[in-house]
């Protein structure tokens, strides 16, 4: 754990040792309950020189934490994790499970062009206080964002999802989504599921929805009718095409009820 007598370099010296040599007796990494006070970069393991599996249950990043272009080679766990600073995961593949479970990110979260190659990735009660991007995000076996807390906007833009994906709020509706979220030209391979979220700011510019169900979600409302977001936030000759895209997959969608969203 973080200790005031040791300096930033001995103390990330200590985590980067403990690492080689669990890697090199071939058994798991456990980080639980380490505080770490200062700037750490782990881009030094990449797809040829891996992280073994790892776990920060519990674990404190007190400023930025840089896992950019790390490569995980086994399940990674930060459950109940806290990252007071930036959380940059951008280009990391987790080749294992990924699990984000109560984890509170009070700064920026970066997982763009990240690879989520394991059979699960969960982020559930996850709470993001400042914008998350997944922005060209990978995901090749089921994600589960169950009551997941976006306190700024989410963007999923781009992103690609070959598994189940599962985007459930709280009763209130208020807990995913309120602040905005992007979905443009993202994609589902298997079954996707919008269950109790506001999708009131919500953009799927671009998208085909087909494979999507939409439960008990709140929608804009325009003339009586439930209507996309982009609807009212594209407008005029410059907006018309554009919002031909938006359109094009929304007459097939449907509530929970089985009748169409008009």
Request: glycine residues 10%; contains cysteine; hydrophobic residues 35%.
């Amino acid at each position: 754990k973080g200790e005031k007598k040791v300096s930033l370099e001995e103390f990330n010296k200590k985590i980067f040792e403990r690492i080689v040599k669990a890697k090199s007796e071939e058994r798991p990494c456990s980080l639980m309950g380490t505080i770490f006070e200062g700037n750490i970069m782990f881009g030094y393991y990449d797809k040829n020189n891996p992280l073994p599996e790892l776990h920060f249950f519990e674990a404190i990043f007190s400023v930025e934490a840089n896992f950019r272009n790390t490569t995980f080679g086994g399940d990674a766990s930060f459950t109940n994790a806290t990252f007071n600073g930036r959380a940059d995961f951008s280009f990391v593949t987790f080749s294992g499970k990924a699990n984000f479970l109560e984890v509170t990110f009070s700064g920026e979260a970066d997982f763009s062009h990240t690879t989520f190659s394991g059979e699960e990735t969960h982020f559930f009660e996850a709470t993001f206080r400042e914008e998350a991007d997944f922005f060209d995000a990978r995901f090749h076996g089921n994600a589960n964002f169950f009551d997941v807390t976006f306190s700024k906007k989410a963007i999923f833009s781009s992103a690609k999802f070959n598994g189940s994906a599962y985007f459930v709020g709280k009763m209130s509706k208020e807990g995913v989504f309120e602040n905005g979220a992007q979905f443009n030209n993202f994609s589902v391979k298997e079954k996707t599921w919008f269950e109790g979220v506001n999708l009131r700011e919500v953009s799927f510019l671009y998208s085909d929805l087909r494979n999507c169900d939409f439960i008990n979600c709140e929608w804009r409302k325009k003339g009586g009718r439930e209507i996309l977001y982009d609807e009212v936030s594209l407008f005029g000759e410059k907006g018309k095409g554009i919002l031909g895209k938006a359109k094009t997959w929304f007459p097939s969608l449907k509530q929970g009820d089985g009748k169409k969203i008009k």
